[in-house]
């Protein structure tokens, strides 16, 4: 059937938003309903269903044992440790449960979840080595506070990567080796307080720059090297330069740091980040990809919309999908879904291999689901109770008619019905401690009044033996005897230590030690990332109109793509 873009109005915010032709099309194929919320309200509720980075003590639900946990002590669901939840002496039919067509589907579904065991840790348990304070983990070794990771090695205080190796402070990195406090990396060596910077190798405060040598303070370099604030030098003058600059003392990198960036405000930016591989995107960290619409952080996907952080390639047909690819196809309103998954569906943590699941949370290995919480390895199930194939597409078409008329009414009196993603309220965390507050930072008010818990309680604080102010300027003057300090964050004023492999690594790099806390060096991080939005406005060039994350009212000068590879390629 031919479709019109319609608009509609937004059941959560009440805001106009449009479901393209495209999107009916898409609908109609997988034999759901449009969407009854807009476009970011899907992707903020599918993000208060994950929590990677608020990491509480509590005790094991089996074993007793003290866990570290992303499901907080005071909440009421069941919790395992990882080596508890991963091991073969339960698969979730313990807690099978017959279903009553009298009440509401997710109702059920929602007490179900009450009963089955959490993973403590959204993390491949069995794929990990030594890095057991991190969360969101595959394929692991050596780390220490990353979040969000696979393949990584000697990584401190990171997120969102994908093969970085002996490198701390970090947000996206990818395929890089002894890199520091740097953003959206790929194929870097020693690249250190740098952005967007691309096969490079010994590169310092500078952003979008490729298949560059010996650089530092500079923008938008290709095939350069031995440049300080853009301006090229020889060998030996640029060597000379560096002695001068003094990139080991913490007081000239604050130096440094502010001379470059107004190098980097002085250069034109791409009106998004991504490279010239992309064809027919529009979306932000987008990074070889084909016939994409409203994406962000992506890598190597297609026929994607309103899709997000598909960290590890690929994803292919996929529409309201956060995370994380690693050959997913045809996922739809999802989150915390990957490896091989195939057709899923409203659901949050399947993974690895799920094909064909619909409201599943944490479905290991499972495949045509409907409905089911913590269930490993598993077919034809529906509320964790197994059905024959014949019985199970019977009832499961049953619950989705009754779910068309019989909806699950949240605590705001919101009716929830077939085909879209789980209420507000069955959430395992409150949103400010949800990835939703990371993105979409929400006062308590505004959460609660959308449904969502929050969490008053205050972090505990440390009391410091030292000042960061009295923190020595260069690593020569630190001394091991700094492992055994609590230093106090200048930022929030907070304990925070400096830990073994960390001081090795800013050892290996010759860097001074941080006068922040690993928190507030994230947050900042963070606050440096272009957010998932999408503002009109125009080239800065050629006054066509752009799609881009910057904001209107931003600093940076903005150019359309075709202007920007007119210059920069
Ligand atoms: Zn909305
Ligand atoms: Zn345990
Ligand atoms: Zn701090
Ligand atoms: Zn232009």
């Not at 190098?263 to 990809?289: A, I, K």
């Not at 010759?510 to 922040?516: A, I, K, Q, T, V």
Request: contains cysteine; charged residues 30%; glycine residues 4%.
């Amino acid at each position: 059937m031919q479709h019109e873009n319609e608009t509609r109005i937004c059941q959560n915010c009440k805001k106009d938003f449009t479901i393209e032709s495209d999107d009916f099309s898409f609908y109609e194929k997988i034999k759901v309903p449009p969407p009854t919320w807009c476009g970011e309200c899907r992707f903020v509720r599918r993000l208060a269903f994950q929590n990677l980075w608020n990491i509480y003590w509590r005790n094991c639900n089996k074993c007793g044992d003290k866990t570290l946990s992303m499901i907080s002590p005071d909440h009421r669901y069941v919790v395992y440790c990882p080596s508890c939840w991963w091991k073969d002496d339960w698969d979730g039919t313990e807690n099978a449960m017959e279903y009553d067509p009298s009440r509401s589907f997710l109702e059920q579904f929602k007490e179900l979840r009450e009963k089955t065991p959490y993973n403590a840790l959204s993390s491949l348990y069995t794929s990990l080595k030594n890095s057991d304070y991190s969360n969101g983990l595959a394929w692991c070794k050596d780390c220490y506070l990353i979040f969000w990771a696979d393949y990584c090695d000697g990584v401190y205080y990171s997120s969102m990567l994908n093969g970085l190796k002996y490198s701390a402070d970090c947000l996206r990195g990818k395929n890089s080796e002894l890199c520091y406090e740097s953003i959206d990396i790929n194929k870097d060596y020693q690249t250190f307080f740098s952005e967007e910077c691309d096969s490079c190798v010994n590169v310092w405060f500078s952003r979008n720059l490729y298949n560059c040598t010996n650089c530092i303070g500079c923008a938008n370099m290709r095939g350069v090297s031995n440049c300080i604030f853009n301006i090229k030098y020889s060998k030996e003058d640029y060597e000379q330069k560096v002695k001068e600059l003094r990139l080991d003392s913490w007081q000239k990198l604050q130096d440094v740091e502010k001379q470059s960036y107004e190098v980097w405000l002085e250069n034109p930016y791409r009106s998004y980040t991504g490279n010239s591989l992309n064809l027919n995107v529009t979306g932000d960290y987008v990074y070889g990809s084909r016939n994409c619409k409203n994406v962000y952080m992506c890598d190597d996907i297609e026929n994607c919309r309103w899709t997000q952080f598909v960290t590890v390639p690929t994803a292919k047909d996929c529409m309201d999908y956060s995370g994380w690819g690693n050959s997913a196809s045809r996922i739809y309103e999802s989150v915390a879904v990957g490896e091989k998954a195939d057709s899923v569906y409203f659901s949050s943590e399947c993974w690895p291999d799920c094909l064909n699941v619909e409201y599943g949370s944490w479905n290991i290995a499972g495949k045509n689901n409907f409905g089911c919480a913590n269930l490993k390895r598993k077919s034809y199930f529906i509320l964790n109770k197994e059905y024959s194939k014949e019985e199970y597409e019977r009832l499961k078409a049953k619950i989705i008619e009754d779910m068309k008329v019989n909806p699950y009414i949240d605590k705001l009196g919101r009716e929830f019905y077939y085909g879209e993603f789980f209420p507000p309220e069955l959430s395992s965390f409150p949103y400010n401690k949800s990835n939703a507050m990371r993105f979409f930072p929400k006062t308590k008010n505004e959460a609660l009044s959308m449904g969502y818990e929050w969490d008053d309680t205050i972090d505990k604080i440390y009391e410091a033996t030292m000042k960061a102010e009295a923190l020595p300027d260069t690593l020569q003057e630190t001394k091991e005897d700094i492992l055994r300090e609590i230093i106090e964050c200048m930022n929030c004023g907070k304990g925070y230590r400096i830990v073994k492999g960390e001081l090795d690594l800013l050892c290996k790099m010759n860097l001074p030690p941080p006068h922040e806390c690993p928190k507030c060096r994230e947050n900042k991080r963070f606050a440096r990332l272009k957010p998932p939005k999408i503002y009109k406005r125009t080239c800065m060039k050629c006054e066509k109109e752009i799609n881009t994350s910057f904001a209107p009212d931003r600093p940076e000068i903005v150019y359309c793509v075709g202007c920007y590879q007119g210059e920069f390629l």
